[in-house]
């Protein structure tokens, strides 16, 4: 099972089951199955109306060995009607009893938009909708469950770009995860960017266009129809709502497909070893259409648009990171522009590297520099071709720099060492490659002796360049 680590050091595993719509005598059976088949990640919500049967099934599992608690990732969400900074703790603590846990691995805001305390039936004057003083009061108290131990790690739901941009004006801790709508013809590549950036995880619910949702239509699109998603099922011998699952986890982002059916539960989890190729990652990102299924319009006034709710207008006009560190660059002599801005990579001890190339590239950076003397272009090969398949950044968008090491300045040594250092970081070509120094040191030197310091010579790096030049041809 794959995981990602999340802004409190835990491991999230990227694959879990959701327990929306999983009703009261069938959802406890789906849990089990699912922990018997390998799932380890379930995630619920108070409002389900389901923890309580869970629980006893989460009891069960752990007194007869199928897993122990530490092995299970654990996530609740806090309802709308307990926004009230008084109320969060009591509806953590509520959801801890239904469980018959002592923590929760996470804890989510379902919803930025509040409902009065107690609403049962939806009213103009229950629907309090968003406000962002409100919501920094929640989130103290969100912050205070960590505090006292009641939860590991807390996070967000359907919060969008400006929304979380509010939060974090006055958060103490940034949340660890968004977890929102996302399928093929609904990416959020806009939103994934911004929450790469800030080093929130990406979770994702209704991977396959929730098909048995509320209010669906007959003319809506469904992504499990879609050719494309059929023609991929196909060449993999894999079902179309496996290829949905497969290429959100390809995108590096958290999978949480809902089912209560046995044979459906454990096909979802073959999802996870269904090997995506490039093409077939490009097709399914093609059939983006920007559709959302859950127009969220339910729970808040009906004098809002969609447009309102999700903040349409204020995120499309949001800067992200990466954007601002491309509009800072030098144009180069050849008419390429080099980021100004970049990640140096010496002194980067492999198994540190490695994930310091992907927070820089997450975070916005488009220019890393590497050598080969530093010891760690092989891990940060790895690193770029996990980023360019998750989508956090394409080959042509970010800037890659090598060196020459002062051993392999004979005419003949200069290709074989550019060529050993692609190899190294899995590229097909570098942006920029640089002499390291002027002084020469005897080809394979390892020890530095008086004999192997060859020192500068001008004729000899006349040759060397002579040979970089060959490397552009």
């Given at each position: 099972m794959a995981y990602h680590l999340l802004n409190t050091a835990a491991k999230i595993p990227a694959f879990g089951l959701g327990t929306w719509q999983s009703k009261p005598g069938e959802v406890g059976a789906a849990v089990e199955v699912a922990l018997k088949a390998g799932y380890r990640h379930i995630d619920c919500a108070h409002i389900y109306g389901n923890e309580a049967e869970i629980g006893e099934t989460l009891q069960k599992c752990f007194r007869e060995g199928v897993v122990k608690r530490d092995e299970v990732f654990i996530t609740s969400k806090l309802w709308n009607t307990d926004h009230g900074s008084e109320d969060v703790e009591p509806a953590c603590k509520l959801t801890l009893k239904n469980l018959q846990l002592e923590y929760l691995d996470l804890y989510l805001v379902h919803s930025p938009s509040s409902l009065a305390k107690g609403t049962l039936q939806l009213t103009e004057e229950s629907k309090l909708g968003y406000d962002p003083a409100r919501m920094a009061e929640t989130w103290k108290a969100m912050e205070g469950l960590v505090e006292k131990g009641l939860v590991k790690a807390i996070g967000i739901s359907n919060f969008t770009i400006t929304k979380t941009e509010n939060?974090?004006?006055?958060?103490?801790?940034?949340?660890?995860?968004?977890?929102?709508?996302?399928?093929?013809?609904?990416?959020?590549?806009?939103?994934?960017?911004?929450?790469?950036?800030?080093?929130?995880?990406?979770?994702?619910?209704?991977?396959?266009?929730?098909?048995?949702?509320?209010?669906?239509?007959?003319?809506?699109?469904?992504?499990?129809?879609?050719?494309?998603?059929?023609?991929?099922?196909?060449?993999?011998?894999?079902?179309?709502?496996?290829?949905?699952?497969?290429?959100?986890?390809?995108?590096g982002l958290v999978v949480i497909p809902k089912s209560v059916n046995p044979d459906r539960i454990r096909e979802n989890l073959k999802a996870t070893e269904v090997k995506l190729d490039a093409e077939d990652l490009q097709r399914v990102k093609a059939l983006d259409k920007n559709l959302r299924f859950f127009s969220g319009t339910f729970f808040v006034k009906t004098s809002a648009?969609?447009?309102?709710?999700?903040?349409?207008?204020?995120?499309?006009?949001f800067v992200l990171p990466s954007q601002k560190a491309a509009a800072w660059s030098v144009k180069m002599n050849t008419g390429v522009t080099i980021p100004a801005i970049g990640l140096g990579t010496w002194q980067s001890n492999p198994g540190e590297v490695g994930a310091a190339?992907?927070?820089?590239?997450?975070?916005?950076?488009?220019?890393?520099?590497?050598?080969?003397?530093?010891?760690?272009?092989?891990?940060?090969?790895?690193?770029?071709?996990?980023?360019?398949?998750?989508?956090?950044?394409?080959?042509?968008?970010?800037?890659?720099?090598?060196?020459?090491?002062?051993?392999?300045?004979?005419?003949?040594?200069?290709?074989?060492?550019?060529?050993?250092?692609?190899?190294?970081?899995?590229?097909?070509?570098?942006?920029?490659?640089?002499?390291?120094?002027?002084s020469s040191l005897a080809k394979g030197t390892l020890q530095l002796t008086e004999e192997s310091k060859l020192g500068y010579d001008p004729a000899r790096m006349a040759e060397t360049w002579k040979a970089m030049e060959g490397l552009v041809e």
């Open positions: 939060l974090l004006k006055t958060a103490k801790i940034v949340p660890a995860v968004n977890q929102v709508e996302c399928h093929p013809y609904f990416q959020q590549s806009k939103l994934k960017a911004y929450c790469d950036s800030k080093g929130i995880i990406f979770e994702v619910y209704a991977p396959l266009g929730s098909p048995s949702r509320f209010r669906k239509q007959d003319s809506d699109p469904d992504p499990l129809e879609d050719p494309v998603i059929k023609e991929i099922s196909i060449k993999h011998n894999a079902t179309a709502g496996q290829i949905c699952i497969a290429y959100q986890l390809h995108r648009t969609t447009e309102e709710i999700w903040d349409v207008a204020a995120d499309a006009s190339v992907e927070v820089a590239l997450k975070a916005g950076y488009r220019h890393i520099d590497c050598a080969h003397i530093y010891g760690n272009e092989a891990e940060i090969g790895e690193t770029l071709q996990k980023c360019f398949r998750e989508g956090v950044v394409k080959r042509d968008e970010v800037f890659i720099t090598s060196k020459l090491w002062n051993t392999d300045h004979g005419s003949e040594d200069v290709e074989p060492a550019c060529k050993l250092t692609l190899k190294n970081l899995q590229l097909e070509y570098l942006d920029l490659y640089l002499v390291h120094s002027p």
